[in-house]
Protein backbone atom coordinates (compact mmCIF):
# COMPACT_ATOMS: atom_id res chain seq x y z
CA UNK A 1 0.00 0.00 0.00
CA UNK A 2 2.57 2.28 0.56
CA UNK A 3 4.23 1.46 -2.38
CA UNK A 4 1.10 2.61 -4.66
CA UNK A 5 0.76 5.37 -1.91
CA UNK A 6 4.12 7.15 -3.48
CA UNK A 7 3.41 5.89 -6.82
CA UNK A 8 0.36 7.81 -6.58
CA UNK A 9 2.48 10.87 -5.35
CA UNK A 10 5.27 10.69 -7.70
CA UNK A 11 3.06 10.77 -10.92
CA UNK A 12 1.42 13.30 -10.03
CA UNK A 13 3.71 15.80 -9.17
CA UNK A 14 4.77 15.09 -12.29
CA UNK A 15 3.93 18.70 -14.66
CA UNK A 16 3.73 16.47 -17.41
CA UNK A 17 0.88 14.19 -16.17
CA UNK A 18 -0.61 16.99 -14.68
CA UNK A 19 -0.73 18.41 -18.10
CA UNK A 20 -2.25 14.56 -19.35
CA UNK A 21 -5.11 14.78 -16.88
CA UNK A 22 -5.97 18.67 -17.65
CA UNK A 23 -5.94 17.82 -21.68
CA UNK A 24 -8.51 14.98 -20.91
CA UNK A 25 -10.50 17.24 -18.48
CA UNK A 26 -10.65 20.40 -20.83
CA UNK A 27 -10.47 19.07 -24.51
CA UNK A 28 -12.82 16.33 -24.89
CA UNK A 29 -16.37 18.23 -23.27
CA UNK A 30 -14.68 21.40 -24.79
CA UNK A 31 -14.24 20.07 -28.46
CA UNK A 32 -17.65 18.14 -27.93
CA UNK A 33 -19.38 21.45 -26.64
CA UNK A 34 -18.25 22.98 -29.80
CA UNK A 35 -18.95 20.53 -32.15
CA UNK A 36 -22.76 20.20 -30.49
CA UNK A 37 -23.47 24.00 -30.64
CA UNK A 38 -22.56 23.92 -34.34
CA UNK A 39 -24.88 21.05 -34.59
CA UNK A 40 -27.87 23.23 -32.73
CA UNK A 41 -26.71 25.86 -35.43
CA UNK A 42 -27.51 23.56 -38.19
CA UNK A 43 -30.75 21.92 -36.75
CA UNK A 44 -32.11 25.70 -35.85
CA UNK A 45 -31.30 27.02 -39.30
CA UNK A 46 -33.53 23.59 -40.83
CA UNK A 47 -30.05 21.45 -41.62
CA UNK A 48 -29.78 17.55 -41.02
CA UNK A 49 -29.53 16.48 -37.71
CA UNK A 50 -25.97 14.26 -38.52
CA UNK A 51 -22.92 16.15 -39.63
CA UNK A 52 -21.05 13.80 -40.93
CA UNK A 53 -21.05 10.68 -39.06
CA UNK A 54 -21.69 13.11 -35.82
CA UNK A 55 -25.18 12.93 -34.57
CA UNK A 56 -26.85 14.48 -31.95
CA UNK A 57 -26.89 11.35 -30.04
CA UNK A 58 -22.71 10.20 -30.48
CA UNK A 59 -21.79 13.88 -30.40
CA UNK A 60 -19.19 13.41 -27.38
CA UNK A 61 -19.01 10.36 -27.17
CA UNK A 62 -17.46 9.95 -31.12
CA UNK A 63 -14.31 11.38 -29.45
CA UNK A 64 -13.91 8.26 -27.23
CA UNK A 65 -10.83 7.17 -29.43
CA UNK A 66 -9.25 10.70 -29.85
CA UNK A 67 -9.51 11.94 -26.33
CA UNK A 68 -8.23 8.59 -24.48
CA UNK A 69 -4.58 10.11 -25.38
CA UNK A 70 -4.86 11.57 -22.12
CA UNK A 71 -4.40 8.31 -20.25
CA UNK A 72 -1.81 6.91 -22.52
CA UNK A 73 0.14 9.91 -21.90
CA UNK A 74 -0.27 8.93 -18.51
CA UNK A 75 1.06 5.67 -18.84
CA UNK A 76 3.59 6.82 -21.06
CA UNK A 77 4.87 9.22 -18.97
CA UNK A 78 4.71 6.62 -16.00
CA UNK A 79 7.20 4.54 -17.37
CA UNK A 80 9.00 6.63 -19.52
CA UNK A 81 9.85 9.27 -16.57
CA UNK A 82 11.53 6.47 -14.52
CA UNK A 83 14.65 6.66 -17.39
CA UNK A 84 14.52 10.13 -18.55
CA UNK A 85 18.04 11.50 -17.71
CA UNK A 86 18.56 14.40 -15.85
CA UNK A 87 20.91 17.09 -17.08
CA UNK A 88 23.86 15.46 -18.51
CA UNK A 89 26.30 18.50 -17.64
CA UNK A 90 24.74 18.35 -13.87
CA UNK A 91 23.04 15.10 -13.14
CA UNK A 92 23.17 11.95 -15.46
CA UNK A 93 20.82 10.40 -13.41
CA UNK A 94 17.72 8.27 -14.02
CA UNK A 95 15.14 7.93 -11.18
CA UNK A 96 14.91 4.29 -11.90
CA UNK A 97 17.63 4.08 -9.72
CA UNK A 98 15.94 5.86 -7.09
CA UNK A 99 12.64 4.31 -7.32
CA UNK A 100 14.61 0.39 -7.33
CA UNK A 101 16.46 0.67 -4.40
CA UNK A 102 13.61 2.55 -2.48
CA UNK A 103 11.77 -0.93 -3.64
CA UNK A 104 13.78 -3.56 -4.37
CA UNK A 105 10.83 -5.84 -5.26
CA UNK A 106 10.29 -5.23 -9.08
CA UNK A 107 7.15 -7.02 -9.57
CA UNK A 108 5.75 -4.97 -6.40
CA UNK A 109 6.89 -1.55 -8.21
CA UNK A 110 5.09 -2.99 -11.15
CA UNK A 111 2.31 -3.78 -9.90
CA UNK A 112 1.81 -0.57 -8.10
CA UNK A 113 2.38 1.51 -11.30
CA UNK A 114 -0.18 -0.43 -13.01
CA UNK A 115 -2.76 0.30 -10.15
CA UNK A 116 -2.25 3.64 -9.97
CA UNK A 117 -2.47 4.18 -13.60
CA UNK A 118 -5.94 2.11 -13.77
CA UNK A 119 -7.45 3.73 -10.96
CA UNK A 120 -6.54 7.08 -12.18
CA UNK A 121 -7.65 6.43 -16.12
CA UNK A 122 -10.60 4.68 -14.50
CA UNK A 123 -11.37 7.80 -13.00
CA UNK A 124 -10.55 10.13 -16.07
CA UNK A 125 -13.12 7.99 -18.24
CA UNK A 126 -15.76 7.28 -15.68
CA UNK A 127 -15.99 10.98 -15.10
CA UNK A 128 -15.06 12.91 -18.38
CA UNK A 129 -16.91 10.37 -20.46
CA UNK A 130 -20.44 11.09 -18.78
CA UNK A 131 -19.61 14.53 -18.37
CA UNK A 132 -19.38 15.40 -21.75
CA UNK A 133 -21.73 13.38 -22.33
CA UNK A 134 -24.27 15.52 -20.18
CA UNK A 135 -22.63 18.79 -21.17
CA UNK A 136 -23.12 18.16 -25.15
CA UNK A 137 -27.19 17.61 -24.43
CA UNK A 138 -27.17 20.15 -22.05
CA UNK A 139 -25.40 22.61 -25.34
CA UNK A 140 -27.77 20.98 -27.92
CA UNK A 141 -30.81 21.68 -26.01
CA UNK A 142 -33.75 21.33 -27.35
CA UNK A 143 -32.42 19.11 -29.68
CA UNK A 144 -31.11 16.92 -27.18
CA UNK A 145 -32.46 13.32 -25.88
CA UNK A 146 -33.92 12.56 -22.67
CA UNK A 147 -31.92 10.25 -20.51
CA UNK A 148 -33.53 7.37 -21.42
CA UNK A 149 -33.00 7.54 -25.48
CA UNK A 150 -29.20 7.94 -24.78
CA UNK A 151 -29.15 5.29 -22.03
CA UNK A 152 -30.91 3.12 -24.99
CA UNK A 153 -28.41 4.25 -27.21
CA UNK A 154 -24.95 4.79 -25.09
CA UNK A 155 -25.73 3.02 -22.02
CA UNK A 156 -23.25 -0.09 -21.66
CA UNK A 157 -20.74 1.65 -24.64
CA UNK A 158 -19.77 4.20 -21.51
CA UNK A 159 -18.72 1.14 -18.98
CA UNK A 160 -16.94 -0.12 -22.42
CA UNK A 161 -15.36 3.19 -23.22
CA UNK A 162 -14.21 3.21 -19.27
CA UNK A 163 -12.45 -0.01 -20.22
CA UNK A 164 -11.26 0.78 -23.46
CA UNK A 165 -9.49 3.75 -21.86
CA UNK A 166 -8.02 1.92 -18.59
CA UNK A 167 -6.42 -0.89 -21.35
CA UNK A 168 -5.05 1.43 -24.00
CA UNK A 169 -3.14 3.31 -20.81
CA UNK A 170 -2.09 0.03 -19.36
CA UNK A 171 -0.91 -1.20 -22.91
CA UNK A 172 0.49 2.17 -23.45
CA UNK A 173 2.46 1.96 -19.93
CA UNK A 174 4.08 -1.79 -21.00
CA UNK A 175 4.99 -0.94 -24.29
CA UNK A 176 6.95 2.41 -22.79
CA UNK A 177 8.40 0.30 -19.65
CA UNK A 178 9.89 -2.41 -22.07
CA UNK A 179 11.45 0.53 -24.50
CA UNK A 180 12.34 2.13 -21.30
CA UNK A 181 11.90 5.47 -23.11
CA UNK A 182 8.44 7.19 -23.60
CA UNK A 183 9.68 9.23 -27.24
CA UNK A 184 8.55 6.54 -29.96
CA UNK A 185 5.83 5.57 -27.76
CA UNK A 186 4.31 8.95 -27.67
CA UNK A 187 4.44 9.62 -30.84
CA UNK A 188 3.36 5.90 -32.26
CA UNK A 189 -0.26 5.86 -29.90
CA UNK A 190 -0.69 9.71 -29.99
CA UNK A 191 -0.66 9.97 -34.28
CA UNK A 192 -2.49 6.61 -34.18
CA UNK A 193 -4.98 7.75 -31.77
CA UNK A 194 -5.68 11.38 -33.33
CA UNK A 195 -4.26 11.45 -36.76
CA UNK A 196 -3.81 8.43 -38.74
CA UNK A 197 -5.10 5.23 -37.27
CA UNK A 198 -2.52 2.50 -38.38
CA UNK A 199 -4.59 -0.23 -37.20
CA UNK A 200 -8.00 1.10 -39.14
CA UNK A 201 -6.19 1.65 -42.35
CA UNK A 202 -4.86 -2.45 -41.88
CA UNK A 203 -8.44 -3.32 -41.08
CA UNK A 204 -8.58 -2.12 -44.78
CA UNK A 205 -5.71 -4.38 -46.24
CA UNK A 206 -6.35 -7.64 -43.90
CA UNK A 207 -8.96 -9.27 -41.78
CA UNK A 208 -6.61 -10.12 -39.11
CA UNK A 209 -6.66 -6.55 -38.51
CA UNK A 210 -9.61 -6.59 -36.36
CA UNK A 211 -7.32 -8.58 -33.50
CA UNK A 212 -5.47 -5.55 -32.66
CA UNK A 213 -6.01 -4.34 -29.74
CA UNK A 214 -7.13 -1.05 -30.32
CA UNK A 215 -9.49 -2.40 -33.09
CA UNK A 216 -10.83 -5.19 -30.55
CA UNK A 217 -11.30 -2.65 -27.66
CA UNK A 218 -12.88 -0.27 -29.83
CA UNK A 219 -15.50 -2.72 -30.46
CA UNK A 220 -16.59 -1.88 -27.00
CA UNK A 221 -17.97 1.25 -27.53
CA UNK A 222 -18.41 2.17 -31.03
CA UNK A 223 -21.45 2.07 -32.07
CA UNK A 224 -20.71 2.48 -35.71
CA UNK A 225 -17.37 1.22 -36.68
CA UNK A 226 -16.59 1.84 -40.05
CA UNK A 227 -15.48 -1.43 -41.34
CA UNK A 228 -17.32 -4.50 -42.24
CA UNK A 229 -16.48 -8.56 -40.00
CA UNK A 230 -15.65 -6.33 -36.76
CA UNK A 231 -15.75 -8.99 -33.52
CA UNK A 232 -18.80 -8.07 -30.99
CA UNK A 233 -18.16 -5.92 -27.56
CA UNK A 234 -17.15 -8.62 -25.63
CA UNK A 235 -14.64 -10.38 -27.41
CA UNK A 236 -13.31 -7.17 -28.52
CA UNK A 237 -12.71 -6.24 -25.26
CA UNK A 238 -11.31 -9.97 -23.89
CA UNK A 239 -9.00 -9.72 -27.07
CA UNK A 240 -7.80 -6.35 -26.05
CA UNK A 241 -7.65 -7.71 -22.42
CA UNK A 242 -5.29 -10.23 -23.58
CA UNK A 243 -3.13 -8.04 -25.16
CA UNK A 244 -3.04 -5.66 -22.30
CA UNK A 245 -2.29 -8.56 -19.89
CA UNK A 246 0.21 -10.19 -22.43
CA UNK A 247 2.29 -7.02 -23.08
CA UNK A 248 2.23 -6.57 -19.20
CA UNK A 249 3.46 -9.71 -18.36
CA UNK A 250 6.40 -9.10 -20.97
CA UNK A 251 7.25 -5.95 -19.04
CA UNK A 252 7.20 -7.82 -15.42
CA UNK A 253 9.68 -10.11 -17.20
CA UNK A 254 12.04 -7.74 -18.77
CA UNK A 255 11.87 -5.07 -15.27
CA UNK A 256 12.70 -8.65 -12.94
CA UNK A 257 15.58 -9.62 -15.25
CA UNK A 258 17.44 -6.36 -16.72
CA UNK A 259 19.70 -4.28 -15.09
CA UNK A 260 18.29 -1.23 -13.95
CA UNK B 1 22.72 -4.42 11.43
CA UNK B 2 25.70 -4.95 13.18
CA UNK B 3 26.39 -8.60 13.90
CA UNK B 4 28.70 -9.01 16.47
CA UNK B 5 31.85 -11.65 15.82
CA UNK B 6 32.96 -14.13 18.16
CA UNK B 7 35.52 -11.96 19.58
CA UNK B 8 33.20 -9.62 20.47
CA UNK B 9 33.72 -6.95 17.74
CA UNK B 10 31.16 -5.76 15.50
CA UNK B 11 31.69 -8.09 12.17
CA UNK B 12 31.52 -6.54 8.90
CA UNK B 13 27.84 -5.18 7.88
CA UNK B 14 28.85 -5.30 4.02
CA UNK B 15 30.05 -8.28 1.89
CA UNK B 16 31.45 -8.75 -1.17
CA UNK B 17 31.96 -12.53 -2.50
CA UNK B 18 33.40 -13.33 -5.66
CA UNK B 19 31.64 -11.03 -7.11
CA UNK B 20 31.92 -10.93 -11.22
CA UNK B 21 30.00 -8.64 -13.60
CA UNK B 22 30.67 -8.72 -17.58
CA UNK B 23 29.19 -6.10 -19.73
CA UNK B 24 28.85 -7.67 -23.01
CA UNK B 25 32.55 -8.71 -23.46
CA UNK B 26 34.42 -6.78 -20.96
CA UNK B 27 34.71 -8.20 -17.29
CA UNK B 28 34.00 -5.40 -15.21
CA UNK B 29 33.97 -6.80 -11.86
CA UNK B 30 36.34 -9.71 -11.74
CA UNK B 31 36.22 -11.86 -8.61
CA UNK B 32 35.56 -8.96 -6.28
CA UNK B 33 35.60 -10.26 -2.34
CA UNK B 34 35.80 -7.59 0.41
CA UNK B 35 34.29 -6.45 3.62
CA UNK B 36 32.98 -3.56 5.16
CA UNK B 37 32.96 -2.72 8.45
CA UNK B 38 30.65 -0.65 11.07
CA UNK B 39 32.63 2.28 12.77
CA UNK B 40 34.86 2.97 10.14
CA UNK B 41 34.95 4.85 6.26
CA UNK B 42 35.81 2.84 3.92
CA UNK B 43 36.92 4.38 0.55
CA UNK B 44 36.46 2.39 -2.82
CA UNK B 45 39.36 3.80 -5.00
CA UNK B 46 40.26 3.15 -8.40
CA UNK B 47 40.58 5.13 -11.51
CA UNK B 48 37.18 5.66 -13.91
CA UNK B 49 35.71 2.94 -15.36
CA UNK B 50 37.95 0.40 -12.82
CA UNK B 51 34.44 -1.19 -11.82
CA UNK B 52 33.13 1.07 -8.74
CA UNK B 53 30.11 1.79 -9.97
CA UNK B 54 29.36 -2.07 -11.07
CA UNK B 55 30.00 -3.07 -7.92
CA UNK B 56 28.09 -0.77 -6.21
CA UNK B 57 24.96 -1.29 -8.61
CA UNK B 58 24.98 -5.07 -7.78
CA UNK B 59 25.51 -4.26 -4.36
CA UNK B 60 22.33 -2.35 -4.22
CA UNK B 61 20.41 -4.31 -6.22
CA UNK B 62 19.74 -2.50 -9.38
CA UNK B 63 22.51 -4.32 -11.50
CA UNK B 64 22.74 -8.90 -11.81
CA UNK B 65 25.98 -10.61 -10.75
CA UNK B 66 27.10 -12.85 -13.16
CA UNK B 67 28.19 -14.81 -10.17
CA UNK B 68 29.26 -14.25 -6.54
CA UNK B 69 26.99 -12.10 -4.07
CA UNK B 70 26.70 -9.01 -2.53
CA UNK B 71 25.44 -8.73 1.06
CA UNK B 72 24.07 -6.17 3.54
CA UNK B 73 23.65 -7.18 7.21
CA UNK B 74 24.20 -11.10 5.85
CA UNK B 75 21.41 -10.23 3.14
CA UNK B 76 20.89 -9.50 -0.13
CA UNK B 77 19.61 -6.12 -0.86
CA UNK B 78 16.91 -6.77 -2.32
CA UNK B 79 15.41 -8.77 0.41
CA UNK B 80 15.67 -6.09 2.81
CA UNK B 81 12.11 -4.38 4.15
CA UNK B 82 12.06 -0.96 3.50
CA UNK B 83 15.65 -0.52 2.14
CA UNK B 84 16.45 3.30 2.89
CA UNK B 85 15.64 2.72 6.68
CA UNK B 86 19.04 0.73 6.52
CA UNK B 87 21.15 1.21 3.69
CA UNK B 88 21.38 4.77 2.34
CA UNK B 89 22.74 5.36 -1.17
CA UNK B 90 24.17 7.48 -3.63
CA UNK B 91 24.68 6.75 -7.25
CA UNK B 92 25.19 8.58 -10.61
CA UNK B 93 22.76 11.94 -10.17
CA UNK B 94 20.54 12.38 -7.99
CA UNK B 95 17.98 9.97 -8.82
CA UNK B 96 15.02 12.91 -9.09
CA UNK B 97 13.09 13.55 -11.91
CA UNK B 98 14.28 16.77 -13.73
CA UNK B 99 10.46 18.15 -13.37
CA UNK B 100 10.30 17.64 -9.70
CA UNK B 101 11.01 19.79 -6.83
CA UNK B 102 13.89 18.40 -4.36
CA UNK B 103 10.85 18.22 -1.97
CA UNK B 104 8.52 16.10 -3.79
CA UNK B 105 11.52 13.35 -4.46
CA UNK B 106 12.30 12.85 -0.89
CA UNK B 107 8.22 13.26 0.33
CA UNK B 108 7.70 10.59 -2.09
CA UNK B 109 10.67 8.34 -1.25
CA UNK B 110 9.82 8.95 2.56
CA UNK B 111 6.65 7.58 1.81
CA UNK B 112 7.20 4.56 0.07
CA UNK B 113 9.66 3.16 2.59
CA UNK B 114 7.39 4.55 5.48
CA UNK B 115 9.45 7.11 6.80
CA UNK B 116 7.88 9.97 8.48
CA UNK B 117 7.62 12.93 6.72
CA UNK B 118 9.48 15.41 9.29
CA UNK B 119 12.32 14.06 8.19
CA UNK B 120 12.10 15.52 4.42
CA UNK B 121 13.15 19.08 6.18
CA UNK B 122 15.14 17.86 8.47
CA UNK B 123 17.86 16.45 5.70
CA UNK B 124 17.08 19.18 3.38
CA UNK B 125 18.39 21.43 6.61
CA UNK B 126 21.75 18.83 6.66
CA UNK B 127 22.63 19.27 3.05
CA UNK B 128 21.87 22.80 2.71
CA UNK B 129 18.91 22.83 0.06
CA UNK B 130 16.34 23.82 2.22
CA UNK B 131 15.86 27.22 0.73
CA UNK B 132 15.71 25.75 -2.82
CA UNK B 133 13.68 22.50 -1.85
CA UNK B 134 10.66 23.74 -4.07
CA UNK B 135 12.51 24.59 -7.22
CA UNK B 136 12.83 22.21 -9.95
CA UNK B 137 16.10 19.41 -9.61
CA UNK B 138 16.88 20.77 -13.39
CA UNK B 139 17.67 24.44 -12.23
CA UNK B 140 19.74 22.81 -9.59
CA UNK B 141 23.85 22.71 -10.09
CA UNK B 142 25.59 19.76 -9.88
CA UNK B 143 26.52 20.53 -6.51
CA UNK B 144 23.32 20.90 -5.63
CA UNK B 145 21.82 17.58 -7.26
CA UNK B 146 24.58 15.95 -5.49
CA UNK B 147 23.56 17.01 -1.95
CA UNK B 148 20.35 16.21 -2.98
CA UNK B 149 21.37 12.60 -3.61
CA UNK B 150 22.87 13.00 -0.28
CA UNK B 151 20.13 13.92 1.33
CA UNK B 152 18.17 11.12 -0.38
CA UNK B 153 20.77 8.69 1.51
CA UNK B 154 19.94 9.78 4.80
CA UNK B 155 16.00 10.44 4.57
CA UNK B 156 15.97 6.68 6.34
CA UNK B 157 18.61 7.17 9.00
CA UNK B 158 20.23 4.81 7.74
CA UNK B 159 22.98 2.48 9.69
CA UNK B 160 24.94 1.71 6.74
CA UNK B 161 25.76 4.44 3.71
CA UNK B 162 26.92 3.51 0.36
CA UNK B 163 27.76 6.53 -1.69
CA UNK B 164 29.57 6.39 -4.83
CA UNK B 165 31.98 9.64 -6.14
CA UNK B 166 30.33 11.71 -2.97
CA UNK B 167 32.43 14.67 -3.79
CA UNK B 168 31.86 14.95 -7.56
CA UNK B 169 31.08 18.91 -8.29
CA UNK B 170 31.08 19.94 -4.66
CA UNK B 171 33.27 22.98 -3.84
CA UNK B 172 35.62 22.98 -1.52
CA UNK B 173 33.58 23.80 1.19
CA UNK B 174 31.43 21.16 0.43
CA UNK B 175 34.14 18.85 0.26
CA UNK B 176 35.23 19.91 3.75
CA UNK B 177 31.67 19.39 4.29
CA UNK B 178 31.10 15.98 3.77
CA UNK B 179 34.38 14.63 5.37
CA UNK B 180 33.12 15.62 8.30
CA UNK B 181 29.62 14.58 7.99
CA UNK B 182 31.23 11.00 7.03
CA UNK B 183 33.65 10.60 9.81
CA UNK B 184 31.32 11.77 12.46
CA UNK B 185 28.38 9.54 10.96
CA UNK B 186 30.62 6.35 11.20
CA UNK B 187 32.20 7.73 14.39
CA UNK B 188 28.44 6.82 15.78
CA UNK B 189 29.03 3.44 14.81
CA UNK B 190 27.84 3.33 11.76
CA UNK B 191 29.46 1.84 8.51
CA UNK B 192 30.30 4.29 5.66
CA UNK B 193 31.41 2.42 1.82
CA UNK B 194 32.48 5.37 -0.34
CA UNK B 195 33.85 5.20 -3.87
CA UNK B 196 36.29 7.24 -5.41
CA UNK B 197 38.81 8.26 -8.03
CA UNK B 198 40.32 11.43 -5.93
CA UNK B 199 42.96 9.62 -4.24
CA UNK B 200 43.98 12.41 -2.00
CA UNK B 201 40.83 13.26 -1.04
CA UNK B 202 39.96 9.68 -0.14
CA UNK B 203 43.10 9.50 1.69
CA UNK B 204 41.66 11.97 3.99
CA UNK B 205 38.40 10.73 4.64
CA UNK B 206 38.80 7.15 4.80
CA UNK B 207 40.12 4.46 7.70
CA UNK B 208 40.21 1.43 4.99
CA UNK B 209 40.97 1.34 1.81
CA UNK B 210 39.89 -1.28 -1.16
CA UNK B 211 41.52 -0.19 -4.03
CA UNK B 212 39.96 -1.66 -7.18
CA UNK B 213 41.81 -1.46 -11.06
CA UNK B 214 40.32 -2.99 -14.32
CA UNK B 215 37.74 -4.83 -12.33
CA UNK B 216 40.32 -6.34 -9.62
CA UNK B 217 40.62 -5.75 -5.92
CA UNK B 218 44.53 -4.58 -5.91
CA UNK B 219 44.90 -4.47 -2.24
CA UNK B 220 42.90 -3.26 0.70
CA UNK B 221 43.71 -2.37 4.29
CA UNK B 222 44.16 0.46 6.58
CA UNK B 223 45.06 3.88 4.93
CA UNK B 224 48.73 3.70 6.20
CA UNK B 225 49.04 0.16 5.20
CA UNK B 226 47.92 1.14 1.76
CA UNK B 227 50.34 3.86 1.42
CA UNK B 228 53.43 1.54 2.81
CA UNK B 229 56.33 3.12 1.98
CA UNK B 230 55.29 5.28 -0.24
CA UNK B 231 55.32 8.97 -0.40
CA UNK B 232 51.59 9.24 -0.73
CA UNK B 233 48.82 7.23 -2.02
CA UNK B 234 48.55 8.22 -5.24
CA UNK B 235 52.66 6.79 -5.15
CA UNK B 236 51.15 3.65 -3.77
CA UNK B 237 48.48 3.58 -6.41
CA UNK B 238 50.58 4.03 -9.56
CA UNK B 239 53.13 1.48 -7.94
CA UNK B 240 50.44 -1.24 -7.60
CA UNK B 241 48.72 -0.54 -10.91
CA UNK B 242 50.88 0.12 -13.46
CA UNK B 243 52.41 -3.23 -12.45
CA UNK B 244 49.70 -5.01 -13.27
CA UNK B 245 47.84 -2.93 -16.38
CA UNK B 246 51.13 -3.80 -18.23
Keep these: MRVVAAEFRKLLTLPSALVAIGFTVAAMPGLAAQTASQIAARLDAGGPEVVGTVSTLNVGFYLVPFAVIGPIVLGIVLAGSEYTRGNRDTDG????????????????????????????????????????????????????????????TLGWRVAGAVAYWVLMSLLAFAVTLVARSGIVPMIFFVVNSSMVSFS??????????????DVAGTQMFSPDYPAEGMLGPVPGGLVMLAWTAGLLAVAALVLTRRDA | MRRPARD?????????????????RKLAVDDVSFTVCPGRVTGFLGPNGAGKSSTLRILLGLDFADAGTALVGGRPYREIRNPLRTVGSLLDGSGAHRSRSARAHLTWLACSNGIP???????????????VAGRRVSTYSLGMGRRLGLAAALLGEPEVLVLDEPVNGLDPVGIRWIRGF??????????????????????????????????????????????GGHASLEESFFALTEGLSR
Design chain 1, 93 to 152: GRQITASLTAVPARGTLLMAKASVLVVLSGVLAAVVVPATIWLTQTVLGEHGHTWDELAG
Design chain 2, 182 to 227: LRAYAAEGRTVLLSSHLMGETAETADDLVVINAGRIVTRGSVQEVV
Design chain 1, 200 to 213: FLLTRATPLAKYLP
Design chain 2, 117 to 131: RSRVGEVLDVVGLAD
Design chain 2, 8 to 24: GHPGPVIEFIGLTKRHG
